[in-house]
C-alpha cells in the first residue's frame, strides 16, 4: 500500500514540478519528489540508492537549488533572499560531513539487490572502485557537462549585472 | 598504441579543464586550446588505422577501453568532423558570447562521443551517452533565443523517454543475466541463459530508445527542431556526428555484435530504414527553411544506413557503414555551408536568398561538392556507399527496396538542386549587393570537407581497405 501511494505522490510531485510557476516551490516539490523516489527504493530493498537518493537528490541539490533561486532574484527582493545565502557554506559542509560517514558506512556493507544472490566478497567499495572504474571519467565529465551548462545559461545574466 | 585509447578521453577532459583560465589570457586562446585539443584528437585516432581492425584493449586502475574495427570507423567519423566544426567556430563564434564555455561544452561532447565508442560495457555507455546529450541540449540553446531554448526543451524531453526505454532496457538485461559487459552479454545470450521473450521487450525497448536518438522515423520529431536552432558547427556535429553515434553505433553494436543473432530485427531495420528514407526526403523537399531541409535529409540519409543494415548481407553492411563516413562528411559541409549563409545574410529562408554565388564563391562551390556527394552522383563518395547498399538490396532480393533507393536518390538530387538554384543561382536580391564571403578559418573548413567528399569518392578502395571493411568483419562476426 505503502508502495503504490509513494509512486502516486511521486508522478504528483514532478508533476507539479513543472506546474508552479515560483522556482522555489518547484525546487522544494522535486526534493518531495525525491524523498517519495527514496521509500520506493526502500520498499524494493535497494537501501543504498535509497540512502543517496535521501541525502543527495531531497537533500544537498535541494539546498543548492533553493540557494541559486534566493541568489537569482532581482535586486528589490535581496534583502530577504539573503539567509539562505549566509547558511549555505555551513549547510554544505553538514552535508559534505554527513556524505563522508554515509560513504565510510557503505564502503564496507555488502551489495545485496532484491532478487539477487549476495555475492561474497562484493562491498559498496569493490564495486565503485574495482568493477565501475569505467565511469568515473564519465561522472567527472558530466559534472562538467552540468557546471558549463549552467554556465553558460546563465551568462546573459551575469553580462547583465556586469553592465549595471 | 595503447595508452593512445586513454588518451581520447583524457585529452578533451584536461582541455576542458584548462579552458576557464586559458579563456581569460586573451580573446583567441580558447580557440586555440580548441583548435589543438580538435587536431591531437584527430591525430591518435588516425594512429589506429594502420592496424586494420585489430582489437587493442586499455586497462589500467580497474578501467577497461578498448578500440576494434567498428568503433575506430565511428571514431575517425566524430575526430575529423569536430576538428573542422572547431576550425571553422573559429569565426563563426564573433557572433556569439561565451567562446570558451562553448568550446569546452563541444569538447565535452567529444569526449562523451569518444568514451561510448571505446567503453566495453552497457552502463558505462549509457554514462557517456548521457554527457554527450546533456551537452547537446545546452549547445542547442547556446544563443539564448526563443527558438534555440523552445528546440532544447523539446529535445531533452524526447530524449529522456529515450533514455528512461533504454534504462529499462539495461535493468531487462542485468536483472536476467547480472552483467552488462559486452563480452559477457554476448556469451551468455549465445548460450541461451534467461527467457528469450524477455530479452525481445528488451530489444524492442534499445530499438525505440536508440531509434529516438538516432532520429529514425517515428521517432524523429525532435531533429527538425534542434538541428536548425543550434549554432551551425552544432548543427553539423549533431546531423553528422552525434545521431549516428548514439544511434546508429549502439543499434549495431546491440544488434550485431552483443545480440546472438540479429535476423529478428533485421526486418525492423528494414521497414525504419524505408519509412525514415521515403519520409524525411518528402518533408524535406517542401521546406524553405535551409537548416530544417537538410535536418529532414539527415533523417532520409539515416534511412539509407537502416536499410543497408536491415539487409545484413555484407553488401548491405559495408554500405551502410561507408555510408555512416560519407553522410557524416557531406552533412557536415552542408550545415556549415547554411552556417556561412546565415552568417552573412542573417536568414535561413530560402526564399529570401538568390544569386549569392556571385558574392559567397567558396561557400557556392563547396555547397555543389556536399549537393553531389548526398545525391550520390560519381565520383563523390555518396555514390559508393549507395551503389553497394543497392547492390546489397539486389543481392537480398529486396528489388522494391532497391528501386526505392535509386528513386530518393534521384528524388534528393532534384530537391537540393532546387535548394542551389533557390539560394545560389538565379538574379542576385538587391538587398545582398554588398555581401561578402565569410571569414578564412570558415571558409578553410568547407573547402577542407569538400575535398574530402570527393578525395573520399576518388580513393574509396583505400579507405574500404582500412577502415569500412574492418568495422563491417565485426558485424559479420569475423572477429
Not at chain 2, 64 to 79: A, C, H, R
Not at chain 2, 207 to 236: R, T
Request: glycine share 8%; hydrophobic share 55%.
Amino acid at each position: 500500500m505503502l508502495l503504490y501511494a509513494s509512486l502516486v505522490l511521486l508522478v504528483i510531485f514532478a508533476i507539479l514540478v513543472c506546474f508552479f510557476r515560483d522556482l522555489l516551490y518547484a525546487a522544494v516539490s522535486l526534493a518531495l519528489a525525491s524523498v517519495m523516489l527514496s521509500v520506493v527504493l526502500f520498499q524494493y530493498g535497494a537501501n543504498i540508492a535509497a540512502v543517496f537518493e535521501l541525502s543527495v537528490c531531497a537533500g544537498l541539490i535541494t539546498v543548492l537549488f533553493v540557494s541559486t533561486v534566493s541568489m537569482t532574484k532581482d535586486s528589490d527582493q535581496a534583502n530577504e533572499s539573503r539567509l539562505p545565502a549566509y547558511f549555505l557554506p555551513f549547510i554544505l559542509v553538514l552535508f559534505l560531513g554527513l556524505d563522508f560517514f554515509l560513504v565510510k558506512w557503505l564502503a564496507g556493507s555488502t551489495l545485496v539487490g532484491a532478487g539477487f544472490p549476495a555475492t561474497p566478497g562484493l562491498t559498496f567499495q569493490n564495486a565503485f572502485w574495482g568493477q565501475r572504474m569505467t565511469d568515473i571519467v564519465g561522472q567527472v565529465s558530466l559534472i562538467l557537462v552540468g557546471v558549463f551548462g549552467i554556465l553558460t545559461i546563465m551568462r546573459a545574466l551575469s553580462e547583465r549585472r556586469k553592465h549595471d | 598504441m595503447i595508452t593512445n585509447i586513454g588518451l581520447m578521453l583524457l585529452l578533451p577532459l584536461a582541455a576542458v579543464i584548462l579552458m576557464p583560465w586559458v579563456s581569460r589570457l586573451h580573446r583567441r586562446a580558447a580557440d586555440v586550446l580548441a583548435a589543438l585539443a580538435g587536431l591531437g584528437l584527430v591525430g591518435l585516432c588516425l594512429r589506429f588505422i594502420p592496424l586494420r581492425g585489430e582489437t587493442l584493449t586499455l586497462r589500467v586502475l580497474n578501467t577497461q577501453f578498448s578500440v576494434d574495427g567498428l568503433s575506430l570507423l565511428f571514431l575517425v567519423v566524430v575526430n575529423v568532423v569536430a576538428f573542422f566544426c572547431i576550425l571553422y567556430s573559429i569565426d563563426y563564434m564573433n557572433h556569439y558570447d561565451g567562446r570558451g564555455k562553448f568550446y569546452a561544452l563541444l569538447l565535452l561532447m567529444v569526449l562523451g562521443l569518444n568514451g561510448v565508442l571505446l567503453v566495453r560495457d552497457l552502463f558505462s555507455l549509457y554514462v557517456y551517452l548521457e554527457i554527450v546529450s546533456i551537452a547537446s541540449y545546452v549547445l542547442v540553446a547556446f544563443g539564448l533565443k526563443w527558438d534555440g531554448i523552445e528546440s532544447a526543451l523539446k529535445y531533452l524531453l524526447l530524449s529522456v523517454v529515450a533514455t528512461g526505454l533504454i534504462l529499462v532496457g539495461l535493468g531487462i538485461m542485468y536483472l536476467n543475466l547480472g552483467t552488462l559487459e559486452f563480452a559477457e552479454l554476448k556469451l551468455l545470450l549465445a548460450a541461451g541463459s534467461g527467457p528469450n521473450t524477455v530479452f525481445l521487450l528488451a530489444a524492442a525497448l534499445f530499438i525505440a530508445g536508440f531509434g529516438l536518438k538516432a532520429a529514425i522515423m517515428p521517432f524523429h520529431a525532435w531533429l527538425p527542431d534542434a538541428h536548425p536552432s543550434a549554432p551551425a558547427p552544432i548543427s553539423a556535429m549533431l546531423s553528422g556526428v552525434v545521431i549516428k553515434v548514439a544511434g546508429v553505433y549502439a543499434l549495431t553494436r546491440l544488434f550485431f555484435d552483443i545480440y546472438p543473432s540479429p535476423a529478428r530485427v533485421l526486418n525492423v531495420f528494414l521497414i525504419l530504414g524505408v519509412a525514415s528514407m521515403i519520409g524525411g526526403a518528402l518533408i524535406a523537399y517542401f521546406q524553405s527553411d535551409i537548416k530544417r531541409m537538410f535536418a529532414y535529409s539527415s533523417i532520409s540519409q539515416i534511412g539509407y544506413i537502416l536499410i543497408g543494415l536491415g539487409l545484413g548481407n555484407p553488401l548491405g553492411l559495408i554500405g551502410a557503414l561507408f555510408h555512416v563516413l560519407n553522410h557524416a562528411l557531406f552533412k557536415s559541409l552542408l550545415f556549415l555551408n547554411s552556417g556561412a549563409l546565415q552568417y552573412r545574410t542573417h536568414t535561413r529562408d530560402m526564399n529570401e536568398m538568390g544569386g549569392l554565388e556571385h558574392r559567397m564563391r567558396v561557400t557556392g562551390i563547396t555547397s555543389i561538392f556536399g549537393t553531389l556527394s548526398i545525391a550520390g552522383v560519381p565520383p563523390f563518395n555518396g555514390f559508393w556507399s549507395k551503389l553497394f547498399i543497392i547492390l546489397g538490396a539486389l543481392a537480398a532480393k529486396q528489388y522494391v527496396v532497391a528501386v526505392l533507393a535509386i528513386f530518393l536518390s534521384v528524388f534528393t538530387l532534384g530537391y537540393f538542386l532546387l535548394m542551389q538554384r533557390r539560394v545560389f543561382f538565379g538574379k542576385l536580391n538587391l538587398k545582398w549587393q554588398d555581401l561578402k564571403e565569410v571569414p578564412l578559418t570558415m571558409s578553410l573548413a568547407m573547402i577542407f570537407l569538400a575535398a574530402q567528399c570527393l578525395l573520399v569518392g576518388i580513393f574509396f578502395n583505400e579507405v574500404l581497405r582500412y577502415l569500412v571493411e574492418p568495422a563491417a568483419a565485426i558485424l559479420l562476426g569475423g572477429k
